[in-house]
């Protein structure tokens, strides 16, 4: 692997994507021992250039388990990456223009390079972007949920990206519209939307709605809300289609999996967040921006924290916004974020419940050592986590009801 890393960046470097008639003088590689993920492998190098250059770099390629690749679709990924960092943000950044003040400047990875070939050359498409560890930008050490400060920090930096599909939108929409066709969408295959397959969000979500009833039956049991969720939930398909659709004028590219692992903080002198960088482009999609929030809130969030912050944090989010684009854009305010989420913080809460079994799953527990996942892969999938996950769910199920975050969902575009 150190091998290939070192070939492939030598050509790279040579063919300019580090400067024009410069060559490789030096690369150390090494792994990268805080992320790991499913969707790609990560290598950090340090490496000279001939004009005397530095840069430490991230380097991602696609998994080596051929089985994985091809069932999640790493191609696809990797080109909804590439093409975000090649195209779209150059577009949007373009369309933004110079700022006045830096507080909006959205913090992403410099890019230097990419390639998507697929197929059997997919081993070795590669992207390389510079280490943002070199400038301080850190993961937040919380693994599951996030404190305020954190919170508020990552709001700001998604709503300054939603801020540029409006200023975009505002300016060239039918020059926006065409980039964001080209975008692949992940969250359907041929078989639909992943989360209504074999009754996955339905099944999710009868384990959290189960636990809420054991411990305060009296007071959801013939709850409107609560039948409105369990609605949802029966028609997962029409649900998702529904709610991951275009929303106009409300919509905008999404991140799409905004969460722990694809947001890193700067620190100050005394260990407080001030910036926070996106990363990871891989699932973005056209729609409305309370797909990101929801995800996002449910899945950094405790109850405690949804309980006693949840306005003060979508108030950050919509003051960010406001504040990130100029005068006459168009951007929604708080009560047009509320019926957004209303409508589509079912998408959120989807994914979230399931990035909680994996984050959370045990498998020392007894109990998954006695199923066998080829026999109902989902029965096998809702066992990750044990009680701990249930509560969760319980508690987003919970959230839900009492937020009225359960209406049937109505296509805006």
């Known amino acids: 692997m150190e091998q290939f890393i070192k070939t492939e960046i030598k050509a790279i470097v040579a063919e300019g994507a580090f400067g024009k008639n410069c060559n490789l003088v030096s690369l150390k590689v090494y792994n990268d021992i805080e992320k790991k993920e499913w969707k790609y492998n990560t290598i950090y190098g340090d490496m000279v250039t001939s004009d005397d250059s530095y840069y430490s770099v991230l380097i991602k390629l696609k998994n080596r388990d051929q089985i994985i690749r091809e069932s999640s679709e790493c191609d696809r990924l990797f080109h909804n990456e590439l093409y975000f960092f090649e195209y779209i943000i150059p577009f949007l950044l373009k369309c933004r223009g110079p700022l006045v003040n830096n507080e909006n400047a959205l913090s992403l990875p410099r890019f230097f390079y990419g390639r998507n070939k697929g197929g059997e050359l997919a081993e070795k498409d590669l992207i390389v972007f510079e280490n943002d560890n070199i400038l301080g930008y850190r993961f937040n050490e919380e693994q599951l949920f996030m404190d305020k400060d954190h919170l508020i920090i990552a709001l700001q930096a998604i709503a300054k990206f939603h801020g540029l599909s409006y200023i975009a939108k505002h300016k060239n929409a039918d020059r926006f519209r065409d980039i964001v066709a080209d975008v692949y969408d992940v969250q359907f295959d041929v078989n639909g939307p992943w989360m209504a397959q074999n009754d996955l969000l339905k099944r999710i979500g009868k384990r959290g ?3 809420l009833l054991e411990r305060s039956g009296e007071q959801y049991w013939d709850h409107e809300q609560l039948r409105r969720l369990n609605e949802l939930f029966d028609d997962a398909e029409g ?27 700067q620190y100050d002198e005394c260990g407080c967040p001030f910036d926070a960088l996106i990363m990871d482009f891989f699932n973005i999609r056209y729609g409305s921006p309370a797909l990101d929030l929801s995800l996002f ?22 003051a960010a916004l406001a504040a990130a684009v100029p005068p006459g854009v168009r951007v929604p305010d708080r009560a047009e974020l509320d019926a957004e989420m209303a409508e589509c913080a079912i998408v959120g809460f989807a994914t979230a419940s399931f990035m909680l079994c994996y984050k959370l799953r045990d498998y020392s527990d007894p109990l998954l050592d006695s199923m066998v996942a080829d026999d109902d892969p989902v029965e096998y999938f809702l066992a990750l986590g044990g009680d701990a996950v249930t509560e969760c769910i319980a508690d987003m199920v919970q959230h839900m009801i009492d937020m009225a975050y359960t209406q049937p969902c109505k296509a805006l575009g």
């Open 209 to 211: 709605v189960d636990r």
């Open 239 to 265: 649900t998702l289609r529904l709610a991951l659709s275009d929303r106009e004028p409300l919509s905008v590219l999404c991140h799409g999996e905004y969460c722990h692992g694809s947001v890193m903080f």
């Open 297 to 318: 809130l449910y899945k950094t969030t405790s109850q405690r924290t949804r309980r006693t912050h949840w306005d003060e944090l979508l108030d950050a989010y919509c």
